[in-house]
C-alpha cells in the first residue's frame, strides 16, 4: 500500500469513528451519565474496620462490598453505585437521594438483627421503636433468631394497613421460631436491629411456616430501607464514613453549567490563537480539535452505556486540560513542518519527516503525563479517579486523532495547496519546494 493510499484510509478511518462516536454520545444529557456531583445526591467513602478480635481480611471486604451492594440495590436508587476504593474502604454513590442521613444510616448499619425475649432483657428502659438498648442487656443465649436466619425480607402492610417488614426464616430460624412462639403465646418479643428497638410484639398464636413480620411507627422509606439491610444480611465489618459528600440538585446543575462555560471559554481561547499565529494550520487545528472532542465524548458515552463511567465536576476539569494537550499536538506538528521547511527540505519532505518526529515527541510527553494519570488512577479514591480516567481517554484520543487526523491532513496539503499559498500556513514564499 503507497503512501496515498495509506493517507485516504487513515481519513475514511476518521470520518467513520467520527460517524460512530456521534451516533453514541447524541444528545449529550441522555447518552453521558451524569454524576451525582452534578445530578444531585450522597456520596460516601466508607472505610472498614474489623470487628472484634478478627482481622480485616480480602474475603471481609469483599463480602461487605457485596452486601453494600444489595442494600443499595434495596433502597431503589437509580445508577447507585459501589466500588473498592483501596484496601479498606468503599466508595458509595446514591444519586438523587434527598433523605442523606437516612441512606447512609442504612448503609452503616452493621445489620445484626435479634429476636429477644423481652424478660431477658436487664433494663428498666420503656422498650419501644427507636431505643437504644445498652450493650451487655441480654446475652446470646437469649435471642431466639438471629439476622443470620433470615432467608428473604420485603415491604408489606401490617393489620392496620401500615408499612411493616415480612421475613422469612430458613429451616434452623423457621424451628426454632416455631418452638419459641408455640412455648410463649401471651408473651413479647423485642426485635432489635444493632441493639436498636425496632419493634415490641406480641405473641398470639404459634408461628410455624417460618414467615412473620416487623411492624411498628414505619414510614414507607423505613421499612424499605429496614428490608434491604436484612435481606443483604449483618456486615462482617463495622464501617465508618471517611468522606461525605452531599449535593442538591439546584448546586449540581449550577456547577455542572459553570464547568461547562469555563471548558467553552478555553476552547474559544485556544481556537482564537491557533487562528491568528497559524492561519491555515489554525483552520486545521479547529477540525483536530473538533475529531478529538467527537472521538472522547464517543468513548464517555460507550463507557456509560456500559455502565463504567459517570460525567462529575473533575471529570469535566480533565476534559478543559485534555484541550490543551490536544492543541499542543497540533502545534508540535506545525511548528516541527516549518521548521524542517526553513532548512530547505521540499514541502513534501518536511511533511513527512517533520509530522513525524512531532508524533515521536507527542508520544513520550503523553506517555508521561498518561503514567502519572495512571498512577492517580490506582491510587486515588472519590472523585480524584474521574480526573484521572478522563485524563487517560483524552490522551489516548489525542494521540489517535494526531496520527490518523492531524498528521495525514499535513502530509496531503503539503502535497498541492501549501506549496500554491504557503503565506496562508504562515510560510514565506520561495522556500521549499513543491
Same mark, same amino acid.
Given at each position: 500500500?503507497?503512501?496515498?493510499?495509506?493517507?485516504?484510509?487513515?481519513?475514511?478511518?476518521?470520518?467513520?469513528?467520527?460517524?460512530?462516536?456521534?451516533?453514541?454520545?447524541?444528545?449529550?444529557?441522555?447518552?453521558?451519565?451524569?454524576?451525582?456531583?452534578?445530578?444531585?445526591?450522597?456520596?460516601?467513602?466508607?472505610?472498614?474496620?474489623?470487628?472484634?478480635?478478627?482481622?480485616?481480611?480480602?474475603?471481609?471486604?469483599?463480602?461487605?462490598?457485596?452486601?453494600?451492594?444489595?442494600?443499595?440495590?434495596?433502597?431503589?436508587?437509580?445508577?447507585?453505585?459501589?466500588?473498592?476504593?483501596?484496601?479498606?474502604?468503599?466508595?458509595?454513590?446514591?444519586?438523587?437521594?434527598?433523605?442523606?442521613?437516612?441512606?447512609?444510616?442504612?448503609?452503616?448499619?452493621?445489620?445484626?438483627?435479634?429476636?429477644?425475649?423481652?424478660?431477658?432483657?436487664?433494663?428498666?428502659?420503656?422498650?419501644?421503636?427507636?431505643?437504644?438498648?445498652?450493650?451487655?442487656?441480654?446475652?446470646?443465649?437469649?435471642?431466639?433468631?438471629?439476622?443470620?436466619?433470615?432467608?428473604?425480607?420485603?415491604?408489606?402492610?401490617?393489620?392496620?394497613?401500615?408499612?411493616?417488614?415480612?421475613?422469612?426464616?430458613?429451616?434452623?430460624?423457621?424451628?426454632?421460631?416455631?418452638?419459641?412462639?408455640?412455648?410463649?403465646?401471651?408473651?413479647?418479643?423485642?426485635?432489635?436491629?444493632?441493639?436498636?428497638?425496632?419493634?415490641?410484639?406480641?405473641?398470639?398464636?404459634?408461628?410455624?411456616?417460618?414467615?412473620?413480620?416487623?411492624?411498628?411507627?414505619?414510614?414507607?422509606?423505613?421499612?424499605?430501607?429496614?428490608?434491604?439491610?436484612?435481606?443483604?444480611?449483618?456486615?462482617?465489618?463495622?464501617?465508618?464514613?471517611?468522606?461525605?459528600?452531599?449535593?442538591?440538585?439546584?448546586?449540581?446543575?449550577?456547577?455542572?453549567?459553570?464547568?461547562?462555560?469555563?471548558?467553552?471559554?478555553?476552547?474559544?481561547?485556544?481556537?482564537?490563537?491557533?487562528?491568528?499565529?497559524?492561519?491555515?494550520?489554525?483552520?486545521?487545528?479547529?477540525?483536530? %480539535?473538533? @475529531?478529538?472532542? =467527537?472521538? *472522547?465524548?464517543?468513548?464517555?458515552? /460507550?463507557?456509560?452505556?456500559?455502565?463504567? #463511567? +459517570? !460525567? &462529575?465536576?473533575?471529570?469535566?476539569?480533565?476534559?478543559?486540560?485534555?484541550?490543551?494537550?490536544?492543541?499542543?499536538?497540533?502545534?508540535?506538528?506545525?511548528?516541527?513542518?516549518?521548521?524542517?521547511?526553513?532548512?530547505?527540505?521540499?514541502?513534501?519532505?518536511?511533511?513527512?519527516?517533520?509530522?513525524?518526529?512531532?508524533?515521536?515527541?507527542?508520544?513520550?510527553?503523553? %506517555?508521561? @503525563?498518561?503514567? =502519572?494519570? *495512571?498512577?492517580?488512577?490506582?491510587? /486515588?479514591?472519590?472523585?480524584?479517579?474521574? #480526573? +484521572? !480516567? &478522563?485524563?487517560?481517554?483524552?490522551?489516548?484520543?489525542?494521540?489517535?486523532?494526531?496520527?490518523?487526523?492531524?498528521?495525514?491532513?499535513?502530509?496531503?496539503?503539503?502535497?498541492?495547496?501549501?506549496?500554491?499559498?504557503?503565506?496562508?500556513?504562515?510560510?514565506?514564499?520561495?522556500?521549499?519546494?513543491?
Amino acid at each position: 500500500m503507497d503512501s496515498k493510499t495509506r493517507n485516504v484510509v487513515a481519513l475514511v478511518t476518521v470520518i467513520a469513528l467520527v460517524a460512530v462516536s456521534w451516533w453514541l454520545f447524541w444528545p449529550l444529557d441522555k447518552k453521558i451519565t451524569q454524576g451525582l456531583d452534578i445530578k444531585g445526591g450522597v456520596q460516601v467513602i466508607l472505610t472498614a474496620k474489623a470487628i472484634g478480635n478478627t482481622a480485616l481480611t480480602e474475603d471481609s471486604m469483599t463480602r461487605t462490598e457485596a452486601i453494600l451492594t444489595e442494600r443499595v440495590n434495596g433502597l431503589g436508587v437509580s445508577e447507585a453505585s459501589v466500588q473498592r476504593q483501596g484496601n479498606d474502604s468503599l466508595l458509595v454513590q446514591l444519586p438523587g437521594v434527598k433523605n442523606s442521613q437516612d441512606a447512609l444510616a442504612a448503609l452503616g448499619s452493621t445489620g445484626r438483627l435479634d429476636f429477644v425475649d423481652q424478660r431477658s432483657i436487664a433494663t428498666s428502659e420503656t422498650l419501644a421503636y427507636g431505643v437504644k438498648v445498652p450493650a451487655g442487656s441480654y446475652d446470646a443465649s437469649s435471642v431466639v433468631v438471629s439476622g443470620a436466619s433470615v432467608k428473604t425480607a420485603g415491604t408489606s402492610l401490617d393489620s392496620q394497613n401500615l408499612p411493616a417488614v415480612s421475613l422469612e426464616f430458613d429451616k434452623a430460624g423457621t424451628d426454632a421460631w416455631g418452638a419459641y412462639t408455640t412455648a410463649n403465646v401471651g408473651q413479647y418479643v423485642v426485635i432489635m436491629l444493632d441493639n436498636v428497638v425496632q419493634s415490641v410484639a406480641q405473641i398470639r398464636e404459634p408461628i410455624t411456616d417460618g414467615n412473620t413480620q416487623i411492624s411498628g411507627t414505619f414510614s414507607a422509606e423505613e421499612a424499605k430501607r429496614l428490608s434491604a439491610v436484612l435481606q443483604a444480611g449483618a456486615l462482617p465489618v463495622e464501617l465508618t464514613p471517611s468522606s461525605t459528600l452531599i449535593v442538591g440538585p439546584t448546586l449540581g446543575l449550577e456547577s455542572l453549567n459553570r464547568g461547562l462555560l469555563a471548558g467553552l471559554i478555553g476552547l474559544g481561547l485556544v481556537a482564537l490563537f491557533m487562528l491568528v499565529y497559524y492561519r491555515g494550520f489554525g483552520v486545521l487545528s479547529w477540525l483536530s %480539535l473538533a @475529531t478529538y472532542l =467527537s472521538l *472522547l465524548f464517543g468513548v464517555v458515552a /460507550a463507557l456509560s452505556r456500559l455502565g463504567m #463511567f +459517570a !460525567l &462529575t465536576l473533575p471529570g469535566i476539569a480533565g476534559l478543559v486540560l485534555t484541550v490543551g494537550l490536544a492543541a499542543d499536538s497540533s502545534i508540535l506538528i506545525f511548528e516541527r513542518f516549518k521548521e524542517e521547511v526553513s532548512m530547505g527540505k521540499t514541502y513534501r519532505s518536511a511533511a513527512k519527516s517533520g509530522t513525524k518526529h512531532a508524533i515521536g515527541t507527542s508520544i513520550d510527553a503523553d %506517555l508521561v @503525563t498518561f503514567v =502519572s494519570a *495512571l498512577v492517580l488512577y490506582m491510587v /486515588a479514591i472519590g472523585p480524584v479517579k474521574g #480526573f +484521572a !480516567l &478522563t485524563l487517560m481517554l483524552g490522551i489516548t484520543c489525542d494521540l489517535t486523532v494526531a496520527i490518523l487526523f492531524t498528521r495525514t491532513a499535513v502530509v496531503l496539503l503539503a502535497e498541492n495547496v501549501i506549496p500554491k499559498a504557503p503565506w496562508l500556513f504562515g510560510l514565506k514564499g520561495g522556500e521549499g519546494n513543491a
